[in-house]
C-alpha cells in the first residue's frame, strides 16, 4: 500500500513538472511582454508633470446625476423583463417590451447605449428594484462630474457647470467649484453593467459593457449654463469642456426650446477667449434632428473632440449625409478606425472652412476597448501627444478595474501584435514594440499616436470609463 502511495505521489509531481517545463515559458513571455508594456507606459505617463504652481484651470459643463450601478441582468430578472426574441433598436423607451428589444439589441455584441425612458411608471419601478438588489453601488454620474473628477484628481483647478444637491456637491473635490442651481433631489440614473460572457437567456455578451436608462428632466435644459457663463469670466479657463448634451437626445421639448438652448450655448461658446481651448465630448446620440444641431451650433466651435468605437462612425455616417449608425463593431481594427479619423478630420475642418466662421478642428481623440488612438495638427496649442495617450491607457485599466494601481494579473492586451496604419493597398505596417508602446508618425498637417490598452480582465465599472479617459488625455495636453 506504503509503495502505491509513493508511487502515485512520485507521479502525481511529475505530472506537475512536466506541465510547468511546457508551460511556463509562455506564460513567463507573456508576463514579461504585459510587465514591459506597463513600465514603459508608465514611464511616457511621467515625463510631464503637474506644474504645481500654475495648475490647468479648466471649466466643465453641463449637468451631472447620481448614478445606481447594478448587474443589468439581475435586475431584469428581478422585474420580470424576459429576454426578447425581437433584438430591436429604439430611440427612447415607452413599456417594458421595448426595454427587452433594445437591451436585446446591445447587449450580444457588447455596445454602449444609453436611453430616456419615457414611461416614469417603468423607471420608477426599476429604480425602486435595482435599491433592492445586492451589490448595488452609487456614485457620481454625468460626464461633466465625471470628467471634473478626474481633472480634479490629477491635479486641475476645475468650474464645473451644473445643478445638484448639497449631498451630491459635499463629496465633489475641494479643487471643483460648482456654477448652478441647488437641487432638492438629485436625478437618478440607472447603470445595467455586465461583464464579458455575461448570459440572458440565448444571448451571450461579447464584451463587459453598460447599458444606461434614466427619465431625467432637469438636465436636458443645461439650467446651469447662466451662472456657468457668468463665473468663466473670472475664472479664465485654459480649457472649457462641453458635454452631457446627450440628455436631449430624444426629450419631449416644446416646439423651438432645443433649438434656442443650443443657440445660447453657441453664443457662450463663441464668446471663449482664443487662448482658451475647447473640447466636446461625443456620446450615444440616435435622434438625427439633434444630431444636426449639433453640427450647426455645437461642432464649429470646438478645438478638440472626444468619443468612442461607437460614436466616431456615427458622427462620421452625419458628415456623409447617410443614416446614422446605431450600432457598430465594438472590437474595431486599428486601420478601420484611422481611416474613420481621418475621414471626420477632413470633412469637419472641410464644414469649418466653408462655413468661415468658427474654429478648425486640431485634436481628434477616440478610445477604444483594445486602444487610444489620436489625431493632433501639428504647430497646435496641444501637446505632450505620446504622454497623454500614454496615460489616457492606463487609465482605461485604472478606472474599470476600480483601482490606482494596475495588476496585471488581471490585465491582457488583445491589441493585435502589430496594425496597419489604413486599410488602403501598400500601407505601412507597425509593430507594437514592448519598451516604446506607443506609436506615433506625422501624416499632412497632423501626428498620429496609437496606444495599446492594458484592458481590465476583472470589470469594477465600465460606466463613465470614456469620460475617465478623455479628461486623463486632455490633462497632459492643455
Known sequence: MAIGVKYSSLLSLAVVLIAYWFRSPDSSVLDDRLDTVLSSLLRAERKVGMNSVSRPRVAIGFGGCVDIIVDGVALLNKIGVKPSDQPLHHDYIENAEQLA???AFFFPPGAASERFVVNDTLFSELVEASRELPGNRWSIGGNAPVMASRMAL???????????????????SQRITVAGNTLDEPDIHLILEYPTGATWGPYTSRRANRYIVHSDDHNPYLDSMEQFQEQLKSFKPDLLVVGGLQMMDSFPFKHGERESLLKNLARMLSSASPQTTVHFEMASFVDEGLMLDLLQFVLPHADSLGMNEQELPNLLSLFRGSNLTVLSDPNPRVATVLDQMRELYRLVNQHHQDAGTGRPLTRLHVHTLAFQAIIVKRGSQWKNTMAAMAKASLTANRHVCGSADIDLSKARLIMDESFSTSRSEGSQRIPLQESRPVSCWHEDDYEICVAPVLVCTEV?????????????????QV
Request: charged letters at 15%; a negative charge; glycine letters at 18%.
Open 101 to 103: 428589444q433594445s437591451f
Open 154 to 172: 490629477e491635479g486641475c483647478d476645475v468650474l464645473l457647470g451644473g445643478s445638484f444637491s448639497t449631498d451630491f456637491t459635499d463629496i465633489l
Open 460 to 476: 469594477y465599472q465600465t460606466a463613465g470609463g470614456g469620460d475617465n479617459i478623455s479628461a486623463a488625455g486632455l490633462v497632459l
